[in-house]
């Protein structure tokens, strides 16, 4: 199956997730098992206040949900009630045209409330609000280098200063996972050396390709931010 696919049991917990269900989620499925799919779905309005999948266990019967924001425009949510041999289940499938992705919906978005911003002290709310869009997010924060020690411009549940050696070889423009033997990071974090001596940081338990190629695009809105305001000085 292409599309993302994922199966709740009763008490509306995740039991399975396809692997284009983990891509869309930026998880794998062992670590979305037994989640909740609020969890999952709850940053859409429509999904939380007329969930399908809840309506497809009260009713019996197929519900079919259409989802039209910012962050998954043109989105169809259908949940399909499945009869096991003891109890009742329900296949949620997510379509979504691929023009009208998740990634390049919040791209979009994210360069329009950049071109509002006069300097980095008010484009670093806005980054941090898109590093927010990802699932899961434990923490997160934008550094600058200034001198031997990268501080925290603006985040929450991060550290206020990082030794710059300990990003010194990373490389620029990509999103790495960092392991436990960067001390003084959680294992599982994951960081975008941007130009300008910036740093975006990002903590969770679990990062998976979608969530580093979304690290990597608010990266990129970071990176063409700083180039516009180097032109304009």
């Not at 009869?83 to 994210?110: M, Q, W």
């Not at 679990?206 to 190629?213: N, Q, T």
């Not at 990129?220 to 931010?225: G, S, T, V």
């Amino acid at each position: 199956m292409g599309e993302p696919a994922l199966i709740f049991d009763e008490t509306m917990s995740l039991v399975w997730a396809n692997p284009s269900a983990e891509m869309y989620f930026g998880h794998s499925s062992e670590y979305m098992h037994g989640r909740k799919c609020l969890q999952l779905f709850g940053e859409h309005v429509e999904c939380m206040d007329r969930c399908p999948v809840e309506k497809a266990f009260a009713t019996g019967e197929e519900q079919v949900l259409a989802v039209d924001d910012l962050a998954s425009p043109k989105m169809l949510v259908e949940a399909v009630p499945c009869r096991g041999k003891d109890d009742l289940f329900v296949l949620a499938i997510i379509h979504s045209p691929p023009e009208n992705s998740r990634s390049t919906a919040l791209s979009r978005e994210l360069s329009a409330k950049l071109n509002r911003c006069a300097n980095l002290e008010e484009a670093a709310p806005v980054l941090l609000e898109a590093l927010g869009s990802l699932a899961f997010v434990s923490s997160m924060g934008l550094y600058r280098l200034t001198g031997d020690t990268y501080e925290l411009l603006a985040g929450k549940g991060v550290p206020r200063s990082f030794p710059a050696a300990l990003f010194a070889e990373l490389p620029v423009g990509t999103a790495t996972t960092l392991a436990a033997r960067y001390t003084g990071t959680p294992e599982g974090a994951s960081v975008y050396p941007s130009e300008k001596d910036l740093v975006l940081y990002a903590g969770r338990d679990s990062w998976g390709p979608a969530s580093c190629s979304m690290l990597e695009m608010v990266g990129e809105a970071l990176k063409e931010f700083t180039g516009r305001l180097s032109r304009s000085s």
